[in-house]
């Protein structure tokens, strides 16, 4: 038996309910994790709230990142050994498998080994910012150097990845947030710039800040009307990826600016990277290498034991956060 987080009923934190239940062993491809530290995603509010891209088959576990030992593994299962040190990447859907727990299987595609020189909490706050930020801006994007990148909600642990991966290439990064209240840690977490959306003017800074030409790219997770506004900032053959849905409100397409622009807007997941092999070996290696480097490093905006995942989950509905929220589990 393990103790696990699930839910019954879709709402808000308070129906996450903590849950013995029986794992049973690893099956083929299978690997069982002891728990460590879990990293929480926007993902999983949506999927406990019944509005993620999926809906949940009630009763529900959650979550699919974090990191831990290898318990066991199961048949043709290679490279992973008892005992071995790992991370869980978001790679499986969360009605096959679930994270939110003492002790948890998962598929061993889903599972690499812990970066060197990270700790399971910091383990656990890398590949979902970084994979994902990697996908659209180096993969899909092909961000260069001298690019512009508009980042919004950038105080989130995907939207730090990305300042930091934009950097990496020679790219501009410009941070975008509501207020001033997160500028200076913006910079400090290595924004070449930072415009607050409802003091400036992002259009004007952004064209100050590019000499006219406009940003190449815009890296959007809130999407809504904005998206309109931020379009005018870009230059000509720029490319928006809307990854999110944070404004809740239809998000229109710029027609006019989007013909005299010639630009390209479209929806973007973590799983363009994960459900193609060679994408997200790339990417396991790009974000391994920029580790190595020290060009990227975890941003962790808070810790909660396993016994206060409810307080967790209203941490981060609260946008409080500067990174990744992880929990602890156990010692």
Same mark, same amino acid.
């Given at each position: 038996?393990?103790?696990?987080?699930?839910?019954?009923?879709?709402?808000?934190?308070?129906?996450?309910?903590?849950? /013995?239940?029986?794992?049973?062993?690893?099956?083929?491809?299978?690997?069982?994790?002891?728990?460590?530290?879990?990293?929480?995603?926007?993902?999983?509010?949506?999927?406990?709230?019944?509005?993620?891209?999926? /809906?949940?088959? !009630?009763?529900?576990?959650?979550?699919?990142?974090?990191?831990?030992?290898?318990?066991?593994?199961?048949?043709?299962?290679?490279?992973?050994?008892?005992?071995?040190?790992?991370?869980?990447?978001?790679?499986?859907?969360?009605?096959?498998?679930?994270?939110?727990?003492?002790?948890?299987?998962?598929?061993?595609?889903?599972?690499?080994?812990?970066?060197? &020189?990270?700790?399971?909490?910091?383990?656990?706050?890398?590949? @979902?910012?970084?994979?994902?930020?990697?996908?659209?801006?180096?993969?899909?994007?092909?961000?260069?150097?001298?690019?512009?990148?508009?980042?919004?909600?950038?105080?989130?642990?995907?939207?730090?990845?990305?300042?930091?991966?934009?950097?990496?290439?020679?790219?501009?990064?410009?941070?975008?947030?509501?207020?001033?209240?997160?500028?200076?840690? !913006?910079?400090?977490?290595?924004?070449?710039?930072?415009?607050?959306?409802?003091?400036?003017?992002?259009?004007?800074?952004? @064209?100050?800040?590019?000499?006219?030409? &406009?940003?190449? @790219?815009?890296? /959007?997770?809130?999407?809504?009307?904005? #998206?309109?506004?931020?379009?005018?900032?870009?230059? $000509?053959?720029?490319?928006?990826?809307?990854? &999110?849905?944070?404004?809740?409100?239809?998000?229109?397409?710029?027609?006019?600016?989007?013909?005299?622009?010639? !630009?390209?807007?479209?929806?973007?997941?973590?799983?363009? #990277?994960?459900?193609?092999? &060679?994408?997200?070996?790339?990417?396991?290696?790009?974000?391994?290498?920029? !580790?190595?480097?020290?060009?990227?490093? $975890?941003?962790?905006?808070?810790?909660?034991?396993?016994? /206060?995942?409810?307080?967790?989950?209203?941490?981060?509905?609260?946008?409080?956060?500067?990174?990744?929220?992880?929990?602890? #589990?156990?010692?």
């Amino acid at each position: 038996m393990t103790r696990a987080i699930r839910f019954h009923e879709t709402g808000g934190p308070d129906v996450l309910q903590y849950e /013995d239940i029986e794992i049973g062993a690893p099956g083929r491809g299978e690997v069982c994790i002891n728990v460590e530290a879990i990293g929480l995603n926007r993902a999983e509010a949506m999927f406990r709230q019944g509005a993620y891209l999926e /809906d949940p088959k !009630l009763p529900a576990g959650v979550g699919y990142e974090g990191a831990g030992t290898v318990e066991a593994v199961g048949d043709g299962v290679e490279g992973l050994a008892e005992g071995d040190a790992v991370s869980v990447i978001p790679a499986f859907s969360m009605n096959h498998y679930s994270f939110y727990a003492e002790q948890a299987i998962v598929p061993a595609h889903a599972v690499t080994s812990r970066p060197k &020189g990270l700790d399971a909490v910091q383990a656990s706050a890398v590949w @979902m910012p970084f994979l994902t930020a990697y996908g659209a801006l180096i993969e899909l994007g092909q961000l260069t150097k001298g690019d512009a990148v508009i980042i919004p909600a950038a105080s989130s642990s995907v939207g730090l990845a990305a300042i930091q991966i934009a950097n990496s290439v020679g790219a501009v990064s410009i941070a975008a947030t509501r207020t001033s209240g997160k500028a200076d840690d !913006l910079k400090k977490a290595g924004a070449a710039h930072v415009v607050a959306t409802e003091e400036q003017d992002i259009v004007a800074e952004v @064209m100050r800040i590019t000499g006219n030409k &406009g940003a190449r @790219m815009v890296f /959007d997770p809130v999407a809504g009307p904005q #998206v309109e506004t931020l379009v005018d900032a870009m230059g $000509a053959g720029g490319i928006v990826f809307i990854y &999110g849905a944070l404004a809740g409100k239809p998000t229109p397409f710029p027609m006019i600016a989007g013909m005299n622009k010639a !630009l390209t807007m479209r929806g973007y997941t973590l799983f363009e #990277v994960i459900g193609d092999a &060679g994408r997200f070996e790339r990417g396991k290696k790009f974000v391994t290498d920029g !580790l190595e480097k020290g060009d990227f490093k $975890a941003t962790v905006s808070k810790t909660f034991d396993f016994e /206060d995942m409810v307080e967790a989950h209203k941490y981060m509905e609260s946008n409080q956060q500067f990174g990744k929220i992880v929990v602890t #589990v156990g010692g």
